[in-house]
Structures are given as structure tokens and as C-alpha cells.
């Protein structure tokens, strides 16, 4: 499977350390928290992925 490497979003630089950090796999999204890289990640249908974030975006989350 080929994997893209891990980033973080722009919003997150220079804030607190808490953030996700996410990458694209074929079809899929996986997302992990980038503070505890070691728990593993989730993985999401590249669908569900834009569905949350367009949710999110316009404050229906």
C-alpha cells in the first residue's frame, strides 16, 4: 500500500502541541494523534474524511 508521509495541519503551527497528524493511503485517510504516534491511527474512506472536515468547516460539528 503506498503511503504518503505524515503532516500536520498549517493551522497548527506555533500553537499548543496538540494536534492530529494525518496522511493518505490509496482511498483512505489515516489520522493519529501527534502526540502518542505510537497508539496506532485510524483509519477513514477518503468520503468520510471530507464529509467530517466539510462539517466541521461550517460549524455543524
Known amino acids: ?3 504518503t508521509p505524515w503532516t500536520k495541519s ?3 503551527e506555533g500553537r499548543e ?3 492530529v497528524e494525518c496522511r ?3 482511498n483512505r485517510v489515516q489520522v493519529r494523534d501527534s ?3 505510537h497508539l496506532g491511527y485510524m483509519t ?3 468520503h468520510a474524511w471530507t464529509a467530517l472536515l466539510h462539517a466541521v468547516r461550517i460549524g455543524k460539528m
Open 1 to 3: 500500500m503506498h503511503q
Open 10 to 12: 498549517s493551522y497548527s
Open 17 to 19: 502541541p496538540n494536534c
Open 24 to 26: 493518505t493511503a490509496e
Open 35 to 37: 502526540q502518542h504516534p
Open 44 to 46: 477513514l474512506p477518503t
